[in-house]
């Protein structure tokens, strides 16, 4: 990721919350975002929640005892449109999670004095190649599914120590098997199986390994 794509998140604690919100350039400001303070807690520990503010939430998973220490939010501010419609943005930030604490300390004792920390570059994307024949030709042919099969491929794979994965036909349709590739030889197999297929709106791609 360079340095432009690069977010910056704002942080405050203080009176029982900490207060958040983002700058990056594709975005400029976020909205602020207020979640109670006792969500996050005063030391790191691995957990995962939710918190809602209106019609604005962020998603927090904290893996403090992860070989990388990693804190990440992922935020998504709504509006409505219209009768009965929302619009918004969204943005995930993956943050070194003694730094983010640190920081947070900082702030608390400062009395809510804002810090700022730039979120992680993510490691370069691995390589995918096809060596199907049947099920890509056939998946590709329907716009749909090319579109579920590239946000699918797009969310994962983010391995650590991942060079490549190398994605095959499966017997089911629509459907394929993969291995990954690192500098040690080969590391996971598994699925990337197309559910629900009877309707293809909401099919949904899930791995299996």
């Known amino acids: 990721m360079s340095e432009q794509e690069r977010i ?27 979640t109670p303070e006792d969500q996050f807690g005063r030391k790191p520990q691995a957990k995962r929640f939710l918190a809602a503010d209106g019609q604005d939430f962020v ?18 501010w709504l509006s409505c449109f219209g009768q009965d419609g929302l ?31 730039l979120s992680r570059r993510p490691a370069p ?4 190649w096809f060596e199907s024949r049947k099920n890509l030709r056939e998946t590709v042919q329907k ?9 699918f491929l797009t969310a994962n794979f983010q391995w650590k120590d991942c060079k490549g994965i190398r994605i095959l036909d499966d017997f089911v349709p629509y459907s394929f098997c993969f291995e990954e590739h690192t500098a ?21 791609y899930g791995m299996h390994t």
């Open 87 to 117: 619009r918004g943005r969204s943005e995930r930030a993956e943050m070194d999670c003694a730094a983010f604490y640190k920081a947070a300390e900082q702030s608390r004792t400062r009395k809510g004095e804002p810090r700022r920390l």
């Open 125 to 128: 994307a691995p390589r995918v």
């Open 59 to 76: 998603q927090v998973r904290i893996e403090p005892l992860a070989p990388d220490e990693k804190l990440t939010l992922e935020f998504a």
């Open 143 to 151: 716009p749909i599914l090319r579109k579920k099969l590239g946000r």
């Open 184 to 204: 040690q030889g080969i590391g996971i197999f598994g699925g990337i199986i197309l559910h629900g297929q009877e309707d293809l709106r909401t099919a949904y």
């Open 8 to 34: 910056m998140v704002t942080l405050s604690a203080d009176g029982g919350y900490v207060k958040l919100h983002t700058f990056s350039r594709r975005h400029g400001r976020s909205r602020t975002f207020y």
